[in-house]
């Protein structure tokens, strides 16, 4: 069974950083890449950031791309996600997920595996105000 648990989430002023955790268990790591999404207030959800689970190969939206920084760490079947120079717009609810690697970019460039309720966390919520 899938087990997908975020941390790290919070309030920070415009310019700081937040770094979020991803503990993902309950799967076989070499079949998927692992991702964040943010959900805003009144939009839409779409994807962040992606790393593949093995290959560590990465997808960057464009408006986080220089500011965010994914890395992961299989031995302790987590992924991060380094937040710097976060702005008022990032203010978010932020998800990881499991992606299917072979549609890994189709996924991560969208909104998710949003017919795959078992492959998402819960969500930490991020706000970024003066």
């Known amino acids: 069974q899938v087990h997908i648990v975020e941390s790290g989430g919070g309030s920070v002023q415009p310019g700081g950083s937040l770094r979020l955790s991803c503990a993902a268990s309950?799967?076989?790591?070499?079949?998927?890449?692992i991702g964040w999404f943010r959900q805003a207030p009144g939009k839409e959800r779409e994807g962040v950031s992606c790393?593949?689970?093995?290959?560590?190969?990465?997808y960057y939206a464009d408006f986080v791309k220089g500011r965010f920084t994914i890395s992961k760490d299989n031995a302790k079947n987590t992924v991060y996600l380094q937040m710097n120079s976060l702005k008022p717009e990032d203010t978010a609810v932020y998800y990881c997920a499991i992606v299917p690697r072979d549609a890994a970019l189709f996924y991560c460039s969208g909104s998710g595996p949003e017919d795959y309720e078992d492959y998402w966390g819960k969500g930490t919520l991020d706000t970024v105000s003066p």
């Open positions: 790393v593949g689970a093995t290959d560590g190969s990465t």
């Open positions: 309950g799967f076989t790591w070499d079949y998927y890449a």
